[in-house]
């Protein structure tokens, strides 16, 4: 019910910077998601947001107001702790009615047991109502934050890896009801988390953070095929993005990519070729998926020989490393895969997917029909 | 089948015996204790109900009067003193939580230079012997005018009290994760409310336990009521004394004196015996 917006944030720790000159802009209604490695400035900003921290230099404004100077409780947010932050001596049902007892957001009891059942039964932790914190497995009091929180209608909900302590299954069903309860409710929710999953499946956009400052800003599809540099290309996608090395050959007005050590140049979609021509490098990293590889146990033409160096069946998939001399090519293989290790095999590389980047710096150059990929519709992910 | 059922029915029976037998021996174990433990609280009322001609026979049997508490409790003016043991005891305790609860959560949340080194500074207030630093408080309570007042008796005992409900209070303080006030602020709820509604039920056992220590500290204090007052002001300690007469003591009115002395003590560690032992011990309020 608020549009968030971060001008210029800068927070220290002593001489630490977690946030370097950080802006941001969170629309009304919008479900963001920060996302980052361990220590990246993430749950930082949360609380910068909430008025627990306070920024060196920089504005913090909800709804255009700057807010600054005004104390936490005074702006109506409301935030699950990675921590969880329960009150000890109180059972589940009083710590999820505390911010309904509280002097500013006072409500009747009536109304105050009416949204507890509502929030545990969709918690599922209606059983649990009188236990107290130390009584609970993390999961339960995960949920009994994640209920806390729910249960207000604030300006912005902040959630710091609300979901990270549930099994997978109960994770699962938790992002899709956060996700209802989201667009059901109209309420804007800031998001933390460094599962790549969730980010994707819940966001509206996502801020990619890495020490204090925004990698890059955009839609989960954004992230996923045009990744601004390599960094975020290998936060996204299970297995992690391949990224080896690749050297532009220019033949009778033909651009063609040698890489892999391979005999036989990779040829290039055409507006890749002249983008690669126009930044005028030799050398550039190529950035491939693993659902963007094929795999044969016999010789095809064209086709890169290496030999299985992993083969690792998760489920509804198998992760297969394949040696090519010495750089390992990650795949995915159907689950019903079995290899055996060094055995020679035979990959494909999909050249309309690959992404390119600068061999030094690692920024993102181009890759076939960026424009056209992010529009895409319907998420249905290759791997 | 069968016998598998047997089995398990005298498998059962013993160990039903086996935990039958172990909560005797730890029953015993526990009389045995109590009986050595109570002992002393025990001669002592046995002593208080003897005559002095009796006090020193070894055999069991006297015959019991009430004549040490008829001296005691009426005779002199011992209600007096106990009275004034209470107010300048209990309102060193009252002051030292009232200043010590948010010194110790200063010392807990905040970070300011030199502040482990003031932590330590006040716990150091216990290391020194009272009767090594009596005398120059002696004299500067005399230059102004604190000798004889209770304010001056109070005062001088925080530093017997002080301390020890800091450093309490403080690792309870630290127990309890930011995150949580971070919440309750969250939640709506003052900086006031915080305090009172979060973290006071959270530091309760602790702060309990070592007030009551710091009020036994205060309530048995004998040098410093014996140096820094004597006409106005008469604490229990010293008006016990007065039972020691130069040619005889009176063990029957001692005895009564004592057991007047540690009656409030024993009390209040029966009331609040539940957080008393919990109390000590960290670690009771992870969440």
């Given at each position: 019910m608020a549009r968030i917006t971060l001008e210029n944030i800068t927070k220290k720790y002593r001489e630490k910077a977690a946030l370097i000159d950080l802006s941001l802009d969170v629309a009304d209604n919008e479900?963001?998601?920060?996302?980052?490695?361990?220590?990246?400035?993430?749950?930082?900003?949360?609380?910068?947001?909430?008025?627990?921290?306070?920024?060196?230099?920089?504005?913090?404004?909800?709804?255009?107001?700057?807010?600054?100077?005004?104390?936490?409780?005074?702006?109506?947010?409301?935030?699950?702790?990675?921590?969880?932050?329960?009150?000890?001596?109180?059972?589940?049902?009083?710590?999820?009615?505390?911010?309904?007892?509280?002097?500013?957001?006072?409500?009747?009891?009536?109304?105050?047991?009416?949204?507890?059942?509502?929030?545990?039964?969709m918690l599922r932790i209606d059983e649990l109502?009188?236990?107290?914190?130390?009584?609970?497995?993390?999961?339960?009091?995960?949920?009994?934050?994640?209920?806390?929180?729910?249960?207000?209608?604030?300006?912005?909900?902040?959630?710091?890896?609300?979901?990270a302590h549930l099994d997978a299954k109960l994770r699962h069903f938790m992002r899709g009801e956060l996700k209802e309860m989201q667009s059901a409710f109209n309420t804007t929710t800031i998001y933390v988390t460094h599962d790549y999953m969730e980010t994707m499946s819940l966001a509206d956009r996502i801020a990619v953070l890495d020490e204090g400052r925004i990698r890059q800003l955009g839609t989960s599809l954004e992230m996923y095929y045009t990744p601004s540099d390599e960094f975020v290309a290998r936060l996204f996608g299970e297995p992690e993005i391949n990224i080896f090395d690749g050297e532009l050959e220019e033949k009778e007005g033909v651009l063609t990519l040698r890489a892999l050590g391979q005999e036989e140049p990779l040829p290039l979609e055409e507006d890749v070729a002249a983008a690669l021509r126009a930044a005028g490098r030799g050398k550039v990293h190529v950035g491939l998926r693993g659902g963007d590889v094929s795999f044969r146990f016999s010789e095809e033409p064209?086709?890169?020989?290496?030999?299985?160096?992993?083969?690792?069946?998760?489920?509804?998939?198998?992760?297969?490393?394949?040696?090519?001399?010495?750089?390992?090519?990650?795949?995915?293989?159907?689950?019903?895969?079995?290899?055996e290790i060094d055995r020679p095999v035979w990959i494909g590389l999909n050249m309309k997917n690959a992404i390119f980047f600068e061999a030094e710096s690692g920024q993102y150059i181009v890759r076939h029909d960026a424009e056209g990929v992010c529009r895409k519709r319907g998420k249905t992910w290759p791997s | 089948m069968h016998t598998q059922m047997e089995w398990k029915e005298t498998s059962v029976r013993k160990s039903q015996a086996l935990s039958a037998v172990a909560s005797l021996a730890r029953n015993l174990g526990l009389t045995l204790y109590a009986l050595f433990a109570l002992f002393p609280l025990v001669w002592m009322v046995i002593c208080s109900l003897k005559t002095d001609a009796?006090?020193?026979?070894?055999?069991?049997?006297?015959?019991?009067?009430?004549?040490?508490?008829?001296?005691v409790l009426l005779g002199t003016d011992y209600f007096n003193a106990f009275f004034q043991n209470l107010i300048v005891a209990g309102g060193a305790v009252v002051l030292t939580i009232v200043a010590g609860v948010p010194a110790a959560y200063a010392l807990a949340r905040y970070d300011f230079k030199k502040k482990e080194d003031l932590a330590f500074q006040i716990l150091s207030f216990k290391f020194a012997p009272e009767i090594l630093v009596i005398l120059p408080i002696f004299t500067i309570f005399q230059k102004i005018g604190l000798y004889d007042t209770y304010f001056g008796l109070i005062w001088v005992y925080q530093l017997i009290t002080m301390p020890l409900v800091i450093w309490v209070v403080r690792g309870y303080f630290e127990e309890i994760s930011v995150e949580i006030e971070q919440a309750a602020q969250l939640d709506g709820y003052k900086w006031f409310d915080v305090f009172f509604k979060i973290l006071v039920p959270l530091i309760k056992p602790g702060l309990v336990a070592s007030a009551l220590l710091a009020f036994i500290f205060a309530w048995n204090s004998f040098t410093f009521p014996l140096v820094l007052s004597g006409f106005k002001i008469q604490t229990m300690t010293i008006t016990s004394l007065r039972y020691i007469a130069s040619d005889t003591v009176h063990y029957g009115q001692v005895a009564v004196a004592a057991l007047v002395a540690v009656s409030p003590e024993i009390l209040a560690c029966l009331f609040i015996q539940k957080h008393l032992v919990r109390g000590l011990s960290f670690g009771a309020v992870k969440g």
């Open positions: 479900f963001f998601v920060l996302f980052g490695p361990a220590g990246a400035g993430k749950t930082t900003l949360l609380k910068t947001i909430a008025g627990i921290e306070f920024p060196q230099e920089g504005r913090v404004k909800i709804d255009g107001r700057v807010v600054n100077l005004v104390e936490p409780m005074y702006r109506n947010v409301s935030m699950v702790f990675e921590n969880y932050a329960l009150y000890p001596h109180m059972n589940v049902y009083d710590n999820i009615a505390s911010p309904m007892r509280s002097r500013l957001y006072r409500k009747d009891e009536a109304h105050i047991r009416e949204q507890v059942t509502r929030v545990t039964k109502l009188d236990r107290k914190p130390n009584q609970l497995s993390n999961g339960q009091r995960q949920r009994v934050a994640i209920g806390r929180c729910l249960v207000r209608s604030p300006n912005v909900f902040l959630m710091d890896e609300p979901l064209g086709w890169i020989r290496g030999s299985v160096y992993t083969n690792e069946p998760i489920g509804n998939k198998v992760i297969m490393v394949v040696d090519v001399r010495g750089t390992q090519i990650y795949l995915v293989a159907p689950n019903d895969t079995q290899t | 009796e006090m020193y026979n070894t055999v069991f049997r006297f015959t019991p009067t009430l004549s040490n508490y008829n001296a």
